[in-house]
């Protein structure tokens, strides 16, 4: 589609009510605008995507929402948020930025993400590296060094209780056997008729 059809698009079903359908995206979603429109698939790509690169849709749904983008980040990642929205083109990036910005820095959703999935997550940091995990968590770029500081301790703790658990338990099962050893009662062989 060109340029000129997609202005024609945004005039004819979308310029100044704005507002008013970000607002019933928010509250009934895609399908229900679509609907109320009366458009199909191809002019709704249009128009979402002026909504979303000018209008902030992603943003906006997200902070009326944070409860809830904010839980299953911590569950899922923001691959799942994306894929939610439909918006898993590399088009999509600086949109998705900002909605990762609000929900995994703002609201400390990678916090509770790395602390739900530590164990996965270190592994993947002994196994590929830290720039490899940081690409994962979505948090490569320089402004993201204080969350990166943050998931670093994170597993360092996850580690060092990794460590302490497996002494305690070598130590404790090595104090059980020399105290089953003393308690234990010794009798000699001659004592007992073996049995031919």
Same mark, same amino acid.
């Given at each position: 589609?060109?340029?000129?059809?997609?202005?024609?698009? !945004?005039?004819?079903?979308?310029?100044?009510?704005?507002?008013?359908?970000?607002?019933?995206?928010?509250?009934?979603?895609?399908?229900?605008?679509?609907?109320?429109?009366?458009?199909?698939?191809?002019?709704?790509?249009?128009?979402?995507?002026?909504?979303?690169?000018?209008?902030?849709?992603?943003?906006? *749904?997200?902070?009326?929402?944070?409860?809830?983008?904010?839980?299953?980040?911590?569950?899922?990642?923001?691959?799942?948020?994306?894929?939610?929205?439909?918006?898993?083109?590399?088009?999509?990036?600086?949109?998705?930025?900002? !909605?990762?910005?609000?929900?995994?820095? !703002?609201?400390?959703?990678?916090?509770?993400?790395?602390?739900?999935?530590?164990?996965?997550?270190?592994?993947? +940091?002994?196994?590929?590296?830290?720039? +490899?995990?940081?690409?994962?968590?979505?948090?490569?770029?320089?402004?993201?060094?204080?969350?990166?500081?943050?998931?670093?301790?994170?597993?360092?703790?996850?580690? *060092?209780?990794?460590?302490?658990?497996?002494?305690?338990?070598?130590?404790?099962?090595?104090?059980?056997?020399?105290?089953?050893?003393?308690?234990?009662?010794?009798?000699?062989?001659?004592?007992?008729?073996?049995?031919?």
């Amino acid at each position: 589609m060109d340029i000129k059809t997609k202005k024609l698009i !945004v005039n004819s079903y979308a310029r100044g009510k704005e507002d008013q359908l970000v607002q019933a995206f928010i509250v009934a979603g895609p399908t229900a605008v679509k609907k109320t429109l009366g458009i199909r698939d191809a002019k709704w790509m249009v128009i979402f995507d002026y909504l979303v690169f000018e209008h902030d849709l992603l943003e906006k *749904c997200v902070a009326q929402n944070v409860d809830f983008f904010k839980d299953l980040y911590v569950k899922f990642g923001i691959k799942h948020i994306r894929a939610i929205f439909e918006v898993e083109g590399k088009k999509y990036d600086m949109p998705s930025k900002a !909605v990762f910005d609000l929900i995994a820095v !703002v609201n400390e959703g990678l916090y509770l993400h790395v602390l739900q999935n530590r164990g996965r997550y270190l592994l993947a +940091f002994k196994a590929r590296g830290g720039d +490899f995990l940081r690409t994962i968590l979505g948090i490569l770029d320089k402004k993201y060094d204080k969350a990166w500081e943050m998931v670093l301790d994170i597993l360092l703790n996850a580690e *060092c209780d990794g460590l302490f658990s497996e002494r305690t338990l070598e130590h404790g099962l090595q104090n059980f056997a020399m105290m089953m050893n003393g308690v234990r009662e010794h009798r000699a062989l001659n004592k007992y008729k073996m049995a031919a």
